[in-house]
């Protein structure tokens, strides 16, 4: 794999933005960092394990979610990728083929194919230990939380679809299609918190999360000027919001809070995000000149090949190592604790190493496939694709593995869902998303 990368990196062509590589990387690899040491697993007296959220235990750390909450980064990122790959697609289509299910395709290859071998590999192993009677405390908990990360995905493939409509009035519109997200956003929290209108808080899922997209349409057409009083803007939208609203500190899901900035999204949290792009915009002339580097360079072209193998799996090592421990009597400290933190490092790199193994045995699913031929392709097909996928990751992110023949159900939208359900949508929803756009055309791989 190294020569391939170091070739990567040598024709890497001298327009590239190798910054928004960078942050993508960034931005998964933080998410990951995050999780890992946020998790707070307990054994009770009675055998019972829990994995609680370290932010719960200590909340004067949730400080430190207004910089490792990074998603938004990562939507930001996908904005301007959309942008530019799309705009290649339209210039090089051929008159009768559909631009929109070849785009779907080339921009979901890369995040649909390691995503249902995860949902594959692991909906076999939960069948199995079903049927088998087997199970323990640790292990129902992991079937319950490894798919949770599978949210992100769901959320992603509404960015992929939804990018030539919106791309269309960012083109028209400029600022003007952000402000409208952007006030639509802040309407729903009005109707939410105000009026107590009911569901209308869902609405901000879109919103919230295309208004971020928005801005990467914005610095693809280099539209994105000002970071620093974006930056100061964003940070005191969101401060004074937590401060004199109804929103909590976190910028991540807490149990048990009756408000959550994060399911669904609200307002601070997209003030949240305006701070993080303008603040990365910030950072953007040291980093390219760091960039420039070639093994720097290298490093990022190496992890980008992997990186959304490695978020699929990251839990699965997290669970993994504290399901070693536990085996082997390790004792669990209380989180939080001195001893609890003395743990953290080892078992940080004990969880870095078996995510290590776990993208080498999957990683090959990561590469684009072999481009087809060229052919018609199908929009509405596409399209129909996109939604059932989009059903069955989010249903499968919120109903989980566990208990796969026992009808467990979650609610999403206004769809009840079983684990079998989603992972039928969602290899369904592939299936399609394949067929549709099975053709290729001339040029290289843009964003």
């Not at 006030?183 to 569901?199: E, I, K, T, W």
């Not at 928005?214 to 000002?226: P, V």
């Not at 803007?233 to 910028?251: D, K, N, W």
Request: aromatic share 10%; proline share 6%; charged share 15%.
């Amino acid at each position: 794999m190294g020569s391939s990368v170091r070739e990567l990196a040598e024709q890497t062509p001298t327009g590239r933005d190798r910054y928004i590589d960078l942050l993508r990387v960034a931005s998964l690899g933080t998410v990951v960092v995050g999780h890992w040491l946020m998790a707070a697993v307990t054994v009770g007296d009675d055998g019972r394990t829990e994995v609680g959220n370290l932010l719960a235990v200590v909340p004067e750390l949730q400080l430190l979610t207004w910089v490792l909450q990074i998603m938004p980064v990562f939507f930001f990122v996908g904005g301007f990728s959309h942008a530019l790959s799309y705009r290649s697609l339209s210039r090089k289509a051929e008159a009768g083929t559909s631009v929109y299910s070849a785009f779907l395709r080339a921009r979901l290859q890369r995040l649909l194919r390691p995503t249902m071998v995860f949902i594959g590999v692991w909906g076999v192993a939960a069948l199995l230990v079903q049927l088998l009677g087997e199970g323990g405390a640790l292990l129902d908990v992991t079937l319950r939380l490894v798919a949770q990360p599978l949210w992100f995905i769901g959320i992603y493939l509404a960015m992929v679809a939804f990018t030539p409509p919106l791309l269309a009035l960012h083109e028209r519109y400029g600022w003007g299609a952000f402000g409208g997200l952007v006030l639509a956003a802040a309407a729903v929290d009005a109707a939410r918190f105000a009026f107590g209108v009911p569901y209308v808080e869902f609405l901000n899922f879109a919103f919230v999360w295309l208004a971020v997209h928005q801005l990467g349409f914005l610095r693809a057409d280099g539209r994105l000027r000002a970071p620093a009083a974006m930056a100061v803007a964003g940070l005191a939208g969101a401060s004074a919001l937590v401060a004199f609203g109804p929103y909590p500190l976190s910028m991540v899901g807490m149990p048990g809070e009756r408000v959550s900035n994060m399911a669904p999204p609200t307002f601070a949290l997209l003030c949240h995000g305006l701070w993080l792009v303008g603040a990365v915009e910030l950072l953007r002339g040291p980093a390219v000149r760091w960039l420039a580097r070639p093994r720097v360079w290298r490093g990022v072209v190496a992890a980008n090949g992997i990186s959304m193998t490695a978020f699929l799996w990251h839990l699965t090592a997290m669970l993994g190592v504290y399901g070693v421990l536990i085996a082997t009597d390790v004792p669990l400290p209380e989180p939080a604790s001195g001893a609890w933190w003395a743990q953290v490092p080892p078992r940080m790199a004990a969880a870095a190493v078996l995510t290590g193994l776990l993208v080498a045995a999957f990683r090959r699913f990561e590469r684009p496939a072999a481009a087809g031929e060229p052919g018609g392709g199908s929009g509405p097909v596409a399209a129909v694709g996109v939604v059932l996928c989009l059903f069955g990751v989010l249903g499968l992110s919120m109903v989980g593995f566990g208990g796969l023949l026992e009808g467990r159900t979650a609610m999403v939208v206004a769809v009840r869902m079983t684990a079998p359900v989603a992972v039928g949508l969602a290899l369904a929803g592939w299936f399609l998303v394949e067929r549709a756009g099975s053709f290729s055309l001339p040029g290289r791989r843009t964003g």
